[in-house]
């Protein structure tokens, strides 16, 4: 493209942002709350139903779905993806080729990658990455953890920082955690590995074997008391 000048280029800026104010109107005018017309972009096709509300500095991509009652918190992407009914997406959130169920919610800076399932009253909080997952319904997902290429059953919980290690330096593994299965927080769980139903796994844990059901698992080093430790020597 040629260079334009100053005034050609605001001309520009101008039209596209009338563009969006044209949407957003739109929304407005069918029911929908949006905070602030003037920070609102739609790079696509968004529908929403009967409920919803849009805070500032939101972005919409590709095809996008807001059912009946949904909530998009500030400074929140959408792209390609699909919202149940009372379902809330908190500040700072990405959410991209994914598919949400009714009454969840996600973050505040939580990342829902391509191929995410997520059921129905699910809690995926702040700081917490899924990748390629299929998490159903009750599970509870709230504190900076990773899941990646997992498939979790009903009321599953997973504790703070706990990880599935999925790649294996060459391909892809998955992880299944059964109904009711608790993780414990700072687990690593080295996939391919299947966490059978109503088992818990010990916080700090490192899981490369499948666990049976209904049982406490322990993988970690003993704890080690030194007696009179005077701390490390000071340097001259």
């Known amino acids: 493209m040629d260079n334009i000048t100053i005034t050609e280029a605001k001309k520009i800026a101008q039209k596209e942002r009338e563009v969006q104010l044209k949407k957003a109107y739109k929304l407005i005018a069918a029911g929908v709350v949006v905070r602030d017309p003037q ?40 792209r390609n993806c699909k919202i149940g009914k009372d379902t809330q997406i908190n500040p700072f959130s990405l959410v991209e080729e994914a598919i949400i169920g009714e009454k969840s919610f ?20 702040n700081f917490v990455e899924i990748k390629n997952s299929n998490i159903a319904s009750r599970c509870r997902i709230n504190h900076l953890s990773f899941l990646g290429d997992a498939d979790l059953a009903e009321n599953v919980t ?8 999925n790649h294996d330096g060459i391909g892809v593994n998955r992880t299944t955690i059964e109904e009711g299965a608790y993780i414990g927080s700072g687990c690593n769980l080295v996939a391919p590995l299947k966490v059978n139903a109503n088992s818990t796994i010990a916080s700090g844990s490192t899981i490369t074997e499948d666990v049976a059901g209904d049982t406490l698992t322990i993988a970690r080093s003993r704890q080690v008391e030194i007696k009179n430790w005077k701390g490390p020597k000071s340097r001259k």
Request: net charge negative; charged share 20%; with cysteine.
């Open 106 to 125: 996600v973050g505040p800076y939580g990342r829902l990658r391509p191929g995410t399932r997520i059921g129905n009253s699910v809690q995926i909080g």
């Open 39 to 78: 920070r609102l972009d739609i790079r696509g096709t968004l529908v929403c139903g009967k409920g919803v509300e849009i805070d500032i500095n939101v972005v919409f991509e590709g095809d996008v779905l807001l059912e009946d009652g949904v909530i998009i918190g500030a400074n929140c992407i959408l």
């Open 158 to 165: 997973i504790g703070a920082g706990t990880i599935t290690c």
